[in-house]
């Protein structure tokens, strides 16, 4: 079975500093990708996702992931921390039956003034 | 703008009593999925539904139920409340297919006492 992991439960990280979140999956087969943030009181929504299209995806926000298929990881970074990126970010790949999504644990982010 | 709305934002219930989680979504989607979220867990597949009337365990199904009626509707079925199914109930769906993503609800936070 496929499942997800992300490195720290807790990262906080100063106003305009590099946002980086960890993530490794394991998958037999090419994996399809996702990251989703959860803002306060909130449903979660995608920041991005891997298509294989290429393997820096670019998403909303100023984020981005890069794609390592020999390291099986899938990191999120953002090049300078805003306070609105306070949010819990969760990980995700999905299983090819039936569009099951596994979620890793999620990262708390914390922006510090 | 696409949408998935949950019946509540915060219940109480007591144990032993039948709730009743409602999820509608206006996006004529397929697929509909029904979380629980617990801290240092992440999201954890109750049961999902591709189809109406049809219905897949996910991976901690036991003590719920689903019904899907119609297409736009997904309820979760407590069938008698206990006080560790006091959880965040998150309700998402998506279009069949690897890329799609799930749209979220904005949650209920059910409370068992």
């Known amino acids: 079975a496929q499942s997800v992991t992300q490195l720290g439960s807790h990262v906080s990280v100063s106003e305009g500093a590099l946002v980086l979140l960890r993530c490794n999956y394991s998958s037999s087969v090419p994996p399809y990708l996702f990251w989703y943030v959860q803002y306060p009181n909130q449903g979660l929504q995608l920041l991005l996702k891997y298509t294989s299209a290429a393997t820096l995806v670019k998403g909303i926000n100023g984020f981005e992931a890069e794609f390592k298929k020999s390291e099986t990881s899938f990191h999120l970074t953002k090049p300078s921390a805003h306070m609105s990126d306070a949010a819990e970010y969760f990980c995700?790949?999905?299983?090819?039956?039936?569009?099951?999504?596994?979620f890793g644990p999620g990262t708390s982010l914390s922006v510090i003034p | 703008d696409v949408k998935v709305t949950q019946s509540s934002r915060y219940l109480v219930k007591r144990t032993g009593e039948k709730v009743f989680l409602e999820c509608v979504q206006d996006?004529?989607?397929?697929?509909m999925f029904w979380y629980r979220q617990d801290p240092g867990l992440g999201l954890r597949l109750i049961y999902f539904?591709?189809?109406?009337?049809?219905?897949e365990k996910g991976d901690i199904p036991e003590g719920y139920s689903v019904s899907r009626e119609k297409k736009e509707r997904f309820s979760l079925i407590l069938e008698s409340a206990s006080t560790n199914q006091t959880s965040m109930y998150l309700c998402a769906s998506s279009l069949t297919g690897a890329y799609n993503e799930q749209f979220f609800g904005p949650g209920t936070r059910l409370t068992v006492l």
């Open positions: 995700a790949v999905m299983e090819t039956s039936y569009d099951k999504v596994i």
């Open positions: 539904s591709y189809d109406v009337k049809m219905k």
């Open positions: 996006m004529d989607h397929e697929n």
